[in-house]
């Protein structure tokens, strides 16, 4: 059915009785996205009698306002409109509509964002069954848009824990809460965090969950990324984002007892936000904010890093908040410098232990010992090229002398689509190896995920299996 004639169908009868679920939709200038978003919850299997819609226009100056009017309109008792002036972010909407809202459940669509059609039938009917809090449907990216799936790669689970699975990596507030857990903590959403603001609210509803469920079976939620927005720069972001960081770290600390379940979660926060703040972009800012940035980052690592934290962070993350704590913005810079120009560092030994080749950095941050199957797969691609306009060869190299034999056999992948990958001819030593990818594996790949898949290199000997991205 098109997009268009959902608007053409015949209005909806008003329900009687309490929904069981509430679709909150916060909106803010989606006018392209919007109508699908609006479509794809009108056409739920669960029937309009048993869920309500409460879209919040945020301010909108792009018609987007106008076209939920209509929609209201035409589906009475089953679309609620409301309109207020831009609040500067999603927090202030959500709260708007989890005040408005009254089905059993809660849920969070993004307005740009769309369901599969038995989503919420399908949530509604596990967390009734289970006696769930919450409830995590898969999510899938659409036009390139990348979402952490580990937490759905087994499928269902009836019990998650917040603390022994990759659940700290899916925290966004799409999912199904219930509305009673929802009223007896007073969740809401931090309205003085610009950016982030849905992580203390699910964080808190899963921490205080009898039990959280995963279903895995059904591409339950479509996240889009929005091939026409005008992105904000991560210069023009980075205090905001600062802001938020130290706010959600505070909100950890004061919700969960330091410990083991402390550092499970931040893990995540640690690796992610924090780490993302000294990214390869951190060289484009200017250096007031560098010098802000820097002190930022190094006060939140001395606060709330504990060894245990560092030594389950993944390499990259690890590496470059280590060179943070090794000195000021001019040493971070080189070490980025060393990343995006340079490539892998060489491995210097000290004993029995390996360290990534990062001058002035503390050892107990460069320790990849044991990780060295990671660390030995992190290759250097030094040439990318199409071969007849059907193939395409990517190059990659070792820094490490002793790859050949110590690396064992490696191989390339993108995405699920397995090269053939050999060693360079032209290089006698083995550290460097070709991949060939058939082009129309790799289109088809994309196709049927929607999402874009990067090179990564693979390796399996002595030292183990370890893989990284190139």
């Known amino acids: 059915m098109a997009a268009e004639e959902a608007t053409h169908r015949p209005p909806i009868t008003p329900a009687t009785s309490r929904p069981d679920v509430s679709v909150v939709v916060p909106v803010y200038n989606t006018l392209r996205y919007l109508r699908r978003c609006l479509d794809s919850l009108l056409r739920q299997t669960i029937g309009p009698d048993r869920m309500e819609i409460v879209a919040v226009d945020d301010g909108s100056t792009d018609g987007s306002?106008?076209?939920?009017?209509?929609?209201?309109a035409r589906y009475p008792g089953t679309?609620?409109?409301v309109h207020q002036a831009n609040s500067g972010g999603p927090a202030a909407p959500c709260n708007r509509g989890l005040d408005l809202a009254t089905g059993r459940y809660v849920f969070f669509v993004g307005s740009d964002d769309r369901l599969g059609p038995e989503a919420l039938e399908r949530l509604v009917a596990a967390a009734d069954r289970y006696g769930s809090d919450v409830v995590l449907g898969k999510v899938v990216g659409?036009?390139?848009?990348?979402?952490?799936s580990d937490v759905f790669a087994a499928g269902n689970a009836v019990d998650v824990s917040l603390f022994d699975s990759a659940l700290p990596w899916s925290l966004a507030n799409t999912k199904l809460f219930r509305r009673d857990l929802v009223d007896r903590l007073g969740l809401r959403f931090p309205e003085d965090m610009p950016v982030l603001s849905d992580q203390p609210f699910t964080l808190a509803a899963c921490y205080h969950a009898r039990r959280i469920s995963v279903l895995g079976d059904y591409d339950y939620y479509h996240a889009v990324r929005r091939l026409d927005a005008r992105n904000i720069t991560y210069h023009s972001r980075v205090?905001?984002?600062?802001?938020?960081v130290e706010r959600l770290f505070a909100f950890v600390a004061g919700l969960i007892p330091a410990g083991a379940r402390r550092d499970a979660v931040l893990c995540r926060h640690v690796g992610l936000e924090l780490a993302n703040l000294v990214g390869d972009d951190f060289r484009h800012l200017d250096r007031a904010t560098q010098e802000l940035v820097h002190t930022t980052v190094v006060?939140?690592?001395?606060?709330?890093?504990?060894?245990?934290v560092r030594d389950r962070l993944g390499i990259e993350a690890r590496l470059r908040l280590g060179a943070v704590t090794a000195g000021g913005v001019d040493e971070l810079l080189a070490v980025i410098e060393q990343d995006t120009g340079r490539g892998v560092p060489e491995t210097v030994f000290a004993g029995d232990r390996w360290h990534a080749g990062y001058p002035g950095a503390p050892a107990a941050w460069t320790d990849v010992t044991d990780v060295r199957a990671d660390w030995l797969a992190r290759l250097d691609a030094v040439d990318v090229s199409w071969t007849d306009g059907h193939t395409l060869t990517v190059t990659a190299r070792s820094p490490y002398p002793r790859f050949a034999a110590e690396g064992g056999p490696v191989r390339l992948l993108a995405g699920p689509v397995v090269g053939a990958t050999r060693v360079d001819a032209g290089d006698p030593t083995g550290r460097t190896v070709r991949t060939e990818f058939?082009?129309?594996?790799?289109?088809?790949?994309s196709r049927a995920g929607g999402r874009r898949h990067p090179v990564r290199a693979e390796v399996d000997g002595g030292h183990g299996r370890g893989g990284a991205a190139v």
């Open 142 to 148: 659409v036009n390139g848009r990348h979402v952490f």
């Open 79 to 81: 679309v609620r409109v």
């Open 438 to 445: 058939p082009l129309d594996r790799l289109l088809a790949a």
């Open 299 to 308: 006060r939140l690592v001395r606060q709330h890093v504990t060894d245990g």
């Open 239 to 244: 205090e905001q984002r600062l802001v938020s």
């Open 65 to 72: 306002g106008r076209l939920l009017d209509r929609y209201e």
